[in-house]
């Protein structure tokens, strides 16, 4: 029962490694005529950025040649240009450090080539895997430290993002020392706030033990009981394709079964008896979100995690045949379960949205003997972000 959804789960953190960015977020662009327009963008890819005005807005698709920048929440993208080989390349390019010497990374980076340099004279050099040390040898000769002249051996290269921005920034340091040369960082980005909503709770009952009860079997599915839902919930990275989510939530159950008592020595006789059980409970579901697609400004997205239950005042009990409310003891205490779900993030105006379910949360319990049960719950939630960063 719990192993489909762990399987789910991997799907989506290999399939969410992709960075590409799927639905539109907060910017501006500035037009060659040097005037900025605020609105929201979707990077595409190293060669295009879509663009509109306002949430729902026609979209309008800007390539490096008709614009010199645009920012998308907070990160800066240039317009470049380069010759190699006689052939001019343009492409968008996200700044990582600042100084005389800038270094930029490609939206879509390969192989080949992932960072750029910006020389003090503005033109850009790409540094490509092949010749990419040579290219900072010989462009970084404004600085003597011995420090940096390390930096630049063959003995500490390595063709990755954190040695180009060791060397770019120990230089510009050495070149003016004054200056303090901030790294471009991604803002830490989170949602939080409450839920509610409603769920068709139920209980699923032990085993088929038809062979060691042959006069009646307690086993089996329980009624439905609808109840009320309500909880909190924290979203990291809530504006990415694949997010970590972690909620807590409340819900309760009371469920029951007629079960019939065969005598076999007497085949009209049909008393029956009542189980019954109640239960209240917290469950902590940990789960990964998946933007599958966008439709418009609605965000589609599938999730699945694992989930811890706290589960409290649980009991049950029997009564018919000459005996009232005999009980049976169930275990409290921590279980564990998991979530499936689908849901919709909903935009209400330009920077508030609801998020919308449909998912089943169910864990395990059980009692004093042998059997399992587990606790159903179907539910219809609503997410109200009331904090977001």
């Known amino acids: 029962m719990y192993r489909f959804p762990f399987l789910i789960l991997l799907v989506f953190v290999f399939t969410g490694s992709a960075t590409a960015q799927l639905f539109f977020v907060p910017g ?10 605020r609105g929201e963008l979707k990077a595409k890819d190293n060669k295009a950025v879509w663009f509109r005005s306002r949430l729902g807005g026609p979209d309008r698709q800007y390539t490096p040649g008709e ?17 190699e080989n006689g052939v001019t390349e343009q492409v968008f390019l996200k700044e990582v450090s600042r100084g005389q010497v800038g270094l930029f990374e490609l939206i879509r980076p390969d192989e080949r080539l992932t960072h750029v340099i910006q020389l003090p004279n503005k033109t850009f050099v790409p540094l490509r895997k092949s010749v990419a040390l040579l290219l900072l040898n010989q462009h970084l000769t404004g600085c003597t ?3 940096v002249k ?19 920034n120990a230089y510009n340091q050495c070149i003016n020392p004054r200056q303090v040369q901030p790294l471009v960082k991604k803002k830490f980005r989170y949602e939080a706030g409450l839920l509610a909503g409603g769920a068709a709770n139920s209980w699923y009952y032990g085993a088929n033990q038809d062979k060691y009860n042959l006069a009646w079997n307690s086993n089996g599915s329980y009624s439905t009981d609808y109840k009320g839902i309500g909880g909190l919930f924290f979203t990291l990275a809530p504006e990415k394709r694949l997010s970590l989510g972690v909620e807590l939530v409340y819900t309760s159950v009371s469920t029951d079964q007629t079960i019939t008592v065969n005598n076999p020595l007497d085949l009209t006789d049909k008393r029956t008896r009542l189980y019954s059980f109640q239960e209240r409970y917290f469950t902590l579901p940990i789960s990964g979100r998946f933007v599958v697609a966008n ?15 706290y589960k ?13 409310n005999a009980p049976i003891a169930i275990r409290q205490g921590v279980g564990i379960g998991y979530l499936l779900g ?13 998020l919308v379910e449909l998912r089943t949360l169910p864990h395990v319990v059980m009692d004093g003997v042998t059997r399992l049960a587990t606790s159903r719950s179907y539910q219809f939630t609503v997410a109200v972000p009331l904090i977001s960063r």
């Open 67 to 83: 614009i010199v920048a645009y920012s998308a929440e907070n990160q800066l993208v240039k317009t470049a240009e380069w010759v």
């Open 28 to 37: 501006y662009v500035v037009r060659l005529k040097g005037d900025t327009i």
């Open 312 to 324: 409290f005042d649980v009991g049950g009990k029997y009564s018919g045949d000459n005996i009232v």
């Open 150 to 168: 390390q930096l630049l051996a063959s003995s500490s290269y390595y063709f990755s993002r954190s040695y180009f921005e060791r060397v770019i």
């Open 145 to 147: 430290d011995p420090s």
């Open 295 to 309: 439709v418009g400004s609605v965000r589609l997205y599938a999730k699945a995690g694992a989930s811890l239950a």
């Open 342 to 354: 689908i849901g919709a993030q909903l935009p209400i105006s330009d920077s508030r949205h609801l």
